[in-house]
């Protein structure tokens, strides 16, 4: 029992150590993205938006959820308007 207890802690401690690492990927990722739109005049970033949820809305999945479709939509709005352009 205290074996089978240790090892589900370790997958535990694995899986933390995962989300943490997917975690700062993403906000790498939104870093990237904004410094590369801040460069960009508010019609080319406007532009960009709407090639996203494009190719978003292309992507969408019929079996998931859609409130991932309105979120990754929400993320796309959220960098482009942090972008002063």
């Keep these: 029992m205290k074996n089978l207890i240790a090892e589900l802690l370790i997958k535990l401690a694995e899986k933390e150590c995962e989300a943490e690492a997917l975690i700062a ?31 978003i809305s292309r992507a969408d999945d019929p079996a998931a959820p859609k409130p991932t479709s309105r979120l990754l939509y929400d993320y796309v709005d959220k960098i482009v308007q942090q972008s002063p352009g």
């Design 25 to 55: 990927k993403v906000d790498a990722l939104e870093i990237a993205v904004t410094a590369m739109l801040e460069r960009m005049s508010r019609d080319q970033q406007q532009d960009i938006a709407l090639l996203l949820k494009t190719a």
